[in-house]
């Protein structure tokens, strides 16, 4: 079974009209047929914020709504990958914002590079994204640019035994354009598929 998991998908966050109008369409068809929506936000500054008011998409009482400390999300939310598999979750279709904060930064660190001696929740298999991830980490912490919470967490899905489509026309930088990650992202075993050629599996 699949689930969509939409990660920063605020109105400060996710600025570009375009890529809004292709993503409402899989959220529809997410809701209709009763599929497994959730709703992440990474923002320490949404923390109180009502659920409704988390996404553009408006969440609703059927829609999970998670709040993590973490731009990755299964790091930050250390019961979020038992609880999909206990669902019968295998698959994660993921977009959102790919934002990176500062009050994240020095997290950040963690889903890439770290061996993560101290993590011992085995399911956020956070320690191994340097794997995942390695066609570019080296790149990106040479450059002291850090992973945004839609990259992290897709790779930290692929640690966690899921299965990852990536919706490349459905993903945007702080900016508003096309993230330029998604290469490197095929490389470590994501799937990456435009938004209106993917159907959720029930």
């Known amino acids: 079974m699949d689930a969509l998991l939409l990660i ?13 109008e292709i993503l409402v369409d899989i959220v529809g068809r997410t ?6 929506l959730i709703f992440a936000s990474t923002k320490d500054e949404l923390v109180d914020v009502d659920d409704e008011e988390l ?23 250390r019961d979020l990958a038992p609880g999909l598999h206990d669902m019968g979750v295998d698959r994660i279709v993921i977009a959102g914002g790919d934002v990176t904060t500062i009050a994240n930064s020095e997290d950040a660190d963690a889903p890439v590079d770290a ?32 992973p ?11 640690v966690c035994n899921f299965d990852v489509i990536v919706l490349s026309d459905a ?3 702080p900016e ?6 998604l290469d490197s992202a095929e ?15 029930m």
């Open 115 to 146: 061996g993560a001696p101290d993590g011992a929740d085995a399911p956020d298999g956070v320690g191994s994204t340097d794997d995942a991830d390695d066609a570019d980490a080296s790149d990106d912490t040479s450059s002291g640019d850090l």
């Open 55 to 77: 996404s553009i998409f408006v969440p609703d009482e059927e829609d999970l709504v998670l709040r993590s400390e973490k731009p990755d999300v299964f790091d930050g939310i």
């Open 171 to 173: 993903v945007i930088d």
């Open 187 to 201: 490389e470590a075993g994501a799937m990456i598929k435009k938004t209106a050629d993917t159907w959720l599996r």
């Open 176 to 181: 508003g354009q096309p993230v330029t990650w």
């Open 8 to 20: 920063d998908t605020d109105d400060a966050s996710y600025i570009s009209d375009d890529n809004a």
């Open 31 to 36: 809701r209709t047929v009763g599929g497994v």
């Open 148 to 158: 945004g919470s839609v990259r992290a967490s897709a790779m930290a899905a692929l």
